[in-house]
Each structure stands twice: as C-alpha cells, then as structure tokens.
C-alpha cells in the first residue's frame, strides 16, 4: 500500500477539512488535488470530476485502488486500514455515542448550509444558515454535556470530534454565537489546539486563498 492517497477536496470545505483531520492523526501522507467550487460555475460539476464522485460534492479520495466519497466513511475506512490512534473507541456504548453525534452533525447540519443547498436559498442563506446551526447546536449541547470528557467522547479524539470542529468554523462564518453552547465552545477551542487540527485548517491548505491564510 505504498501508492499515496489523494483527496480531491476544498479549503474551506467542512467534509473535506474531516478527511484531512483523519489523515493528520494517523500520520498519513496524501496529495491534495484543489476542487474549486466557485470558480467556473464550480469545479465539481465537471464531467471529469463527476466520475470521481457521481454525487458532485468534495472529497473525493483515491486510496488503495479504489474511490471513495462521503467522509465518514472515507475516515472509517481509513481507521480500519490504517495503524496509528483509534478514531472510534473499542467500546461499542462509546463507538455508538461517536457515530451518534457525527451523524447528527454530518446528516442534521452541516448539509443544511451545503453550497449547492445555500445557492437556491440565496438573499436568505445567513439567516437561514444561522437557524439550521442553532437547531443542531441545541441538540448536541446537551448530548455532549453527558457524553464528553475532555474530548466529545470521554477523553480520546474520535471521529465525533473530527466531525465537530469544522461545524463550529461553519458556525462562526454565518455568524453565530457559539457562546450559547459552552460544551461546544469549550471542546472546540480544545481541539484546535492539537496539531493534527491544525495542520489541517483551511487557513493553510494548497488552494487556501492569500487574503484567508493564517
């Protein structure tokens, strides 16, 4: 398995921005491959990339000949091929409690303020942004109050946390006040402390604008 991976991804995207975060924790090399989804009517409308992923959305990754899309299960495949530190716990209560919230951030969510879902609201898209956010945030504060130690599962990085810091970048881009959610805020402001969170932020990716880099 010596063939790098490649992740066809977006700076800012928050599926993409997961993949990379998996891939920083386990240590793995990968290449990047930009999918611009402004420029040109948007990159991953291409004929070319759509037999990547039929779907049109990032990330797309090519790893051990085969491709792969939606990043949870890219990052649970790449946590059952690949050695380094568990991604989802061994205990099935904890593994439950994992999938759990990055389901509910990755279906409840984070689709809500897709591109493509955004680009049909128009004029609205902020306000309509801010009331999916916070309608989520207000399920999962709770849930992580019980759940959490100091990670979103007790205190190993799983795949739930992976899944929480790019919601709450998405967050603080349309505005809303993450304060309300003090569990939230205070693992979130935990995670971007580790390196593997990062190295992988979109303020410092191949295709991350001039004026948006850290």
């Not at 609205?124 to 759940?147: C, M, N, Y």
Request: aromatic share 8%; charged share 20%.
């Amino acid at each position: 398995m010596s063939i790098t991976p490649v992740l066809h991804g977006y700076f800012r995207s928050s599926c993409s921005w997961r993949v990379r975060i998996a891939f920083a924790l386990k240590g793995i090399e990968y290449d990047q491959v930009p999918v611009n989804l402004i420029k040109d009517g948007g990159q991953q409308l291409t004929e070319q990339y759509k037999t990547l992923n039929p779907m049109q959305q990032v990330p797309a990754v090519e790893m051990d000949g085969i491709t792969l899309s939606q990043s949870l299960a890219v990052i649970q495949y790449i946590d059952e091929t690949r050695p380094g530190p568990r991604l989802l716990p061994a205990d099935p209560k904890k593994r439950a409690q994992v999938r759990m919230i990055s389901d509910l951030i990755a279906s409840g969510i984070q689709p809500l303020q897709n591109l493509h879902v955004i680009q049909k609201i128009g004029a609205d898209k902020v306000q309509w942004s801010q009331h999916f956010i916070d309608r989520g945030f207000q399920a999962l504060e709770p849930i992580l109050k019980q759940t959490a130690g100091k990670y979103c599962v007790g205190d190993e990085i799983s795949m739930a946390d992976i899944c929480l810091v790019p919601q709450v970048y998405n967050a603080e881009r349309f505005k809303v006040d993450v304060g309300q959610y003090p569990t939230i805020k205070r693992l979130n402001q935990t995670l971007l402390e580790i390196e593997a969170f990062k190295v992988s932020h979109p303020s410092c990716q191949p295709d991350t604008p001039a004026d948006l880099r850290a």
